[in-house]
């Protein structure tokens, strides 16, 4: 079974527990990083160790939501095996995870409906990679090649 990590800011926080709970009716093994009310936060402070966690393999894919989704995807994209996309919709979600092999989906939690976001991650959870062409190309995505 697919091992997810989940985690957000204060202006993902609503989403997020939204999000834990649908992965669990779905039958996903999931750990939540975090946080843990709509206090303000920091996304960086929560950010780093999802990334930390898929990055090192104890997790499959991350799913990360801040209020744009935007400082959280340049958070968790600093970590080495990251490739995080910032998903706004279900086509964006696909070609992420078909054409990039993206294993972050950041989500914009202030700018996406909870219908939205159920159908963006059910999409990213459920596309496999390409391969071929886009094989050659993700290989080039990292600093080490120049
Ligand atoms: C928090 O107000 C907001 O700045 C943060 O959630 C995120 O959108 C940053 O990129």
Redesign the pocket.
């Known amino acids: 079974m697919k091992k997810i990590a989940l985690v957000s ?4 926080y609503f989403l997020k527990e939204k999000i834990l709970k649908f992965l669990i009716k779905e039958k996903y093994d999931v750990k939540d990083f975090g946080c843990s009310s709509e206090e ?1 936060v920091d ?1 960086p402070d929560f950010g780093h160790p999802l990334a930390n966690a898929v990055s090192a393999g104890e997790y499959e894919t991350g799913i990360s939501i ?7 995807n340049m958070v968790v994209n600093k970590h080495p095996g990251i490739r995080s996309a910032l998903c706004w919709n279900e086509e964006i979600s696909r070609l992420a995870r078909a054409h990039n092999d993206a294993n972050v989906c950041a989500l ?3 700018y996406i409906s909870e219908s939205e976001a159920y159908l963006i991650v059910k999409t990213f959870l459920e596309t496999s990679f390409e391969g071929g062409r886009h094989e050659r190309r993700i290989d080039k995505i990292s600093l080490k090649m120049y």
Do not use: M
Not at 9 to 12: K, N, V
């Open positions: 800011d204060h202006a993902g303000a996304y801040c209020g744009t989704g935007n400082g959280i914009p939690g202030r």
